[in-house]
């Protein structure tokens, strides 16, 4: 996990521009804000359109944290650690925390006015981009840390569960005075006695304790992924018949060694008009859904100590070990051996 410190306008001493435990880390200088306050920026490097793919990512996102689990899990979370939990989209540039419960009383306060709030849709720019793989944290201008933690679905990018809004160590006097000064520059009226009242009151976790933090997030963002490739093969949105027809013929032939157009014929439609259609609905082409659906059978047999990873990729309808292999890696980001030790607790 890498920790960069977002470019600050008061002054800091060039050796103390990057921490972090990864002996990589570099410093990236000044975020530019794109849009007045990025209500709708892209990452840097990416097209709005690369980000809006087209595949549902946000409406899956959503439906996982509408989800029962992800509730217990943010309710749970917050009541242990008194931090903010939230999970967000790709696409999101809107501030995760504001209005949330034990969200910071200074980040409250920054958030009232417009260039406080492009500052700190800045630090969300960067842990974006920060924590496409590995979890990532941000030291904003003011000091505090927010950490965010990629979820994703096989190679494919969720969205980030992220927490923050917290210092590592206690602040001092001497950098309250530069806040102050940043917060003038910002255009923020505030008593100095309210906002230092604010600040000092914003919660500090220790090291270990954030290591902490990340690592059960890092769990939990690993579940999330699970459930999310669920919810793929599940997800029934208005479909049109002939594709919920379509994934009933799959889901009952899946073990079979089936093909593109023997299931466009089975639901009385041209190899050609079906496979538009089905990526245009599901987001995947035939291919990989069926794949999808094979994993999570297989997911289910996996439970059974008994049989043999070999004999469950062919019971699901895979023809060979390594593809089954290759496969479940990229759809669930582990093997199917580490997939089953996890379940089993070895």
């Known amino acids: ?19 972090g435990r990864n002996a990589g880390a570099t410093t990236s200088g000044a975020i530019t804000t794109k849009t007045g306050l990025m209500a709708t920026a892209a990452p840097s ?3 709005k359109s690369q980000v809006m793919n087209g595949n549902g990512t946000k409406g899956l996102v959503e ?5 029962r689990i992800y509730q217990d899990y943010e309710r749970a979370f917050t009541e242990a650690t008194g931090l903010p939990v939230a999970l967000r989209p790709v696409e999101s540039w809107q501030l995760p925390h504001h209005g949330k419960r034990h969200e910071s009383p200074f980040c409250d306060l920054m958030a009232q006015k417009s260039r406080a709030c492009a500052a700190c849709l800045q630090v969300q720019e960067k842990l974006s981009e920060g924590a496409v793989n590995e979890p990532h944290t941000v030291v904003c201008p003011v000091g505090m840390c927010d950490t965010a933690v990629p979820v994703r679905l096989g190679d494919r990018l969720l969205g980030f569960l992220q927490t923050g809004q917290v210092f590592r160590k206690k602040p001092s006097a001497a950098q309250f005075d530069r806040v102050t000064k940043l917060v003038a520059d910002w255009g923020l009226a505030v008593d100095r006695e309210n906002l230092e009242e604010a600040y000092f009151r914003t919660r500090v976790v ?8 990340v690592k059960l997030l890092a769990i939990f963002a690993q579940h999330l992924s ?4 669920q919810e793929l093969v599940q997800h029934e949105n208005a479909e049109p018949p002939v594709i919920r027809r379509a994934k009933e013929y799959i889901q009952e032939h899946q073990a079979e060694d089936i093909s593109l157009g023997q299931v466009a014929r089975a639901v009385n439609t041209s190899t050609f008009y079906f496979c538009k259609m089905f990526k245009k609905i599901t987001g995947i082409n035939f291919t990989d859904y069926l794949s999808r659906v094979r994993i999570e059978k297989s997911k289910n047999l996996l439970l059974n100590p008994n049989l043999r990873v070999s004999e469950i990729a062919f019971e699901v309808g895979f023809q060979s070990l390594t ?11 582990q093997t199917p051996t580490d997939y089953r030790a996890q379940l089993l607790g070895r």
């Open 63 to 67: 439906a996982l944290m509408n989800s």
């Open 45 to 47: 490097g990416k097209s």
């Open 323 to 333: 593809h089954f292999n290759r496969v479940f890696k990229k759809v669930l980001g």
């Open 1 to 19: 996990m890498q920790t960069t410190f977002a470019r600050q306008n008061f002054e800091t001493p060039s050796h103390t521009a990057v921490h």
């Open 226 to 229: 699970m459930l999310s490739n």
């Open 206 to 213: 220790t090291g270990r304790q954030h290591d902490s933090v």
